[in-house]
């Protein structure tokens, strides 16, 4: 198995199977400050998870908002729009994690 060095967003190390396509399976870390958001509501192709390190956060799908904290998970198609907003008082950390996008905006 040969593995390729990229570098992701957050993580010190990530190792990728060369035999993987680079939009099979990816992950990266974010992180937000209060009040914050990485980017504004969104979509695309694929399919997306959210994973909470630290923090709470409001994740937003198509209108709809769900409180979401540490140790807690969110699964969604991200087709629709989505986003997710730092509504606490800490630093939110979390890990994204995307498979089979096909490029669609």
Known sequence: MIFH???VKGITR????????????RLHI???DPGGRSHPPHQHGGFEAFYILEGQGTV???????VIHANE?????PRKMHGLR??????LRYIVLRAGDDGMQ
Not at 60 to 66: H, L, M, P, R, V
Not at 86 to 91: K, L, Q, V, W
């Open 73 to 77: 998970a969110a699964v969604f198609n």
């Open 14 to 25: 990530y190792l990728h199977d060369a035999e993987l396509g680079e939009k099979d399976l």
């Open 60 to 66: 937003e799908i198509d209108g709809d908002e769900f």
């Open 86 to 91: 730092n509504d606490g008082e800490t630093i």
């Open 30 to 32: 974010s992180q937000v």
């Open 5 to 7: 060095e990229l570098n």
